[in-house]
């Protein structure tokens, strides 16, 4: 069961009933985003290099995936995106959520739900904006230096510590093309720790409103 919920800069969120966590910042799901995701990955990337592939872990509201569609679109980028998730919400609750009326841009509403129409394929969804949406678990990811970029967007270790294990992150480092990028909005030591031990450059950077710092790994 999903409820959505209001986050402090007016964003919509999901709260789990499964997990019992929300999907976002209570401070704020698109302040979270814009700083996790947009300026610490895709920004920090596009700086370098205009044609990206990302890979979200947990799919989600789509939120960042949307965002990031919004930031192809008006820096030109060419986005190849594929999104995990084995818990999709439905069309119902997609429809509810606020996001295209907080980021100003109503006439996007098509669009944002084709991120949760969309079949287990890839969809063009713009010229700049080619999404896959990957109905599956995390643990099952196969892939060998795809990404220049992970967005990290696991619940919390405290909700799921399995998914923040050294096992996973050597997946994931095997999944990033050299340089390639994850970001997450997890600071905590032992998780910094561990993506050491798999190889990665480590960072903390500030994080978003509520949190001091969020983390930075590259290949
Ligand atoms: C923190 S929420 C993601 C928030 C999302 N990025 C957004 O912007 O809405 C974590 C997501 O991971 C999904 N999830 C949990 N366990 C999973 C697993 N083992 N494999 C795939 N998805 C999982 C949940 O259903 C949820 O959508």
Request: proline share 4%; with cysteine.
């Amino acid at each position: 069961m999903a409820t959505i919920i209001q986050t402090k800069d007016g964003s919509n969120s999901i709260q789990s009933t499964q997990f019992e966590a929300t999907y976002h910042s209570i401070h704020g799901a698109i302040q979270e985003a814009q700083t996790v995701f947009i300026d610490a990955a895709l920004t920090h990337k596009a700086s370098a290099q205009k044609e990206l592939t990302i890979l979200e872990i947990g799919l989600g509201t789509g939120l960042n995936a949307f965002m990031t569609y919004l930031e192809a679109k008006k820096s030109d980028l060419q986005i190849h995106y594929t999104g995990i998730e084995a818990y999709p919400i439905s069309l119902e609750v997609a429809q509810a959520l606020n996001y295209v009326e907080l980021l100003d841009v109503a006439e996007e509403q098509t669009q944002f739900l084709k991120l949760h129409e969309s079949p287990d394929e890839w969809v063009k969804l713009s010229p700049n904006f080619h999404f896959y949406k990957q109905i599956g678990r995390f643990e099952a990811l196969e892939a060998q230096e795809q990404f220049d970029i992970i967005y990290y967007d696991a619940f919390a270790p405290s909700v799921q510590p399995e998914l923040w294990e050294i096992e996973l992150l050597e997946k994931m480092y095997q999944a990033l093309k050299p340089n390639g990028v994850l970001t997450t909005y997890c600071a905590k030591g032992v998780f910094k720790r561990n993506l050491k031990q798999v190889g990665f450059t480590v960072e903390g950077i500030p994080g978003p409103i509520g949190k001091r710092e969020m983390t930075r790994a590259t290949k």
